[in-house]
């Protein structure tokens, strides 16, 4: 039987939710949240499933422990464009929707919503702001367990608001749904006791800190170019210096794994491929280094991302179990590739441009293993009025930017 009891009985099991967790997830129905329209992926892209005409595969899909896409594009919109909704339903893939298509919109996996909303420690009395409503599931939940009025939340979208609002009225429930930039929050209902953000940023947003009590929570998904991403739950800094703007400190430690599509203003360009010229003016070396033991290790896949800011990656894949590893920064017109084979002991570079980028892996890499190889949950997030940093165990032991100087 597909619906909410069992959804909730199965994450319960599974260790995802508490007993009052669970009471809620048993009482919020998943379904009044998902536009009939949803996006499976097939091939290069996704082809849409619609409740009218597969009903049953339309429930199991939106019953499982599965995300959902609920809204994509064609791909066709130029770097730095928002990739808002325009006039397009919830749902709808707009002209190109039969071309390759780049989700901008989903529904989370059951158990991922419900590790979050552990992770949040919200509890009765708590005043909450949500960053990036979505389906506006997470709000009902949120609303459901500690009061409408207890619960704020902001959408960038206006399709995806107004869908939300009206999902939110017709199952019940009536938190403040708010049309606006999610990272600048809502100051009128300030401050929030806990903060959750539904998508994944670099740069921590200042207005969410800001707008943070002082000992209250902010739990937000957080990656780099070449690993998205972990969870990081940073507590708002009771003491302590403050900005020009009366902005606060926050910090806290990495506290697991969540990949989330990236806040639109922060999402990392579509085109790496653009900043791959002036293949005959690259520098060419050997490496001794597998690429595997980088990029096919989260945790040291992690410190990458962190040691070599601006990186992004992509794999070409060639026969016989050959590879090329890319990787590039497109703003200052830097790449590399290394090119692997199967039983090579040593692999073909190329580097281009004012960043060896290989060279800054490698070091990375190196950092990492001298480290003593740390698990991403040992890392941690410090932002505040004198900037953003990364650190290892403590926030006294920050991890150092691999960047050469100058760059």
Do not use: K
């Not at 809620?24 to 009218?52: C, T």
């Not at 005409?53 to 809204?71: F, G, I, K, M, N």
């Not at 999402?267 to 050997?286: C, K, N, T, Y």
């Amino acid at each position: 039987m597909h619906g909410p009891a069992q959804l909730a009985a199965d994450l319960f099991a599974a260790g995802h939710l508490d007993d009052a967790w669970r009471e809620v997830f048993r009482q919020v129905r998943r379904e009044d949240f998902i536009p009939s329209r949803i996006w499976i992926r097939e091939g290069q892209g996704y082809r849409p499933l619609v409740r009218e005409e597969e009903p049953q595969r339309w429930l199991e899909s939106v019953y499982s422990d599965t995300a959902l896409v609920t809204q994509v594009e064609d791909g066709t919109a130029r770097d730095g464009e928002d990739d808002e909704g325009g006039e397009d339903e919830p749902g709808s893939g707009g002209e190109g929707a039969d071309s390759p298509s780049v989700p901008t919109s989903s529904s989370s996996m059951p158990c991922l919503v419900a590790g979050m909303l552990t992770a949040l420690g919200a509890e009765e009395g708590h005043r909450v702001l949500e960053a990036g409503t979505g389906t506006g599931f997470n709000a009902a939940l949120l609303a459901c367990r500690l009061g409408d009025g207890n619960v704020t939340t902001v959408e960038v979208d206006p399709v995806l608001a107004d869908a939300a609002r009206t999902a939110l009225e017709r199952a019940g429930r009536a938190p403040l749904v708010v049309t606006g930039d999610a990272g600048a929050g809502h100051p009128q209902g300030a401050p929030y006791d806990r903060v959750i953000v539904t998508y994944a940023v670099h740069r921590i947003p200042r207005g969410l800190v800001q707008q943070t009590a002082p000992g209250g929570v902010l739990l937000l998904p957080w990656g780099t170019g070449l690993y998205n991403g972990v969870l990081v739950r940073l507590t708002a800094e009771a003491e302590g210096p403050r900005g020009p703007d009366g902005e606060r400190a926050a910090s806290g430690p990495v506290v697991g794994d969540c990949a989330f599509m990236w806040d639109r203003a922060q999402a990392p360009r579509r085109d790496l491929m653009a900043a791959v010229r002036h293949g005959d003016e690259a520098a060419q070396s050997r490496t001794g280094l597998d690429p595997r033991l980088v990029l096919g290790d989260d945790d040291a896949a992690f410190t990458a991302g962190v040691l070599v800011p601006d990186c992004r990656q992509a794999v070409g894949h060639g026969s016989d179990g050959e590879w090329t590893l890319w990787l590039t920064d497109a703003a200052r017109g830097s790449w590399a590739s290394v090119d692997f084979a199967p039983d090579a002991r040593a692999y073909d570079v190329r580097q281009y441009g004012p960043r060896q980028l290989w060279d800054e892996v490698a070091a990375a890499y190196t950092w990492w293993r001298e480290a003593g190889s740390p698990p991403r949950t040992r890392f941690g997030l410090t932002t505040g009025p004198e900037g953003q940093y990364v650190w290892l165990d403590a926030p006294g032991n920050p991890v150092p930017d691999g960047r050469p100087a100058g760059v």
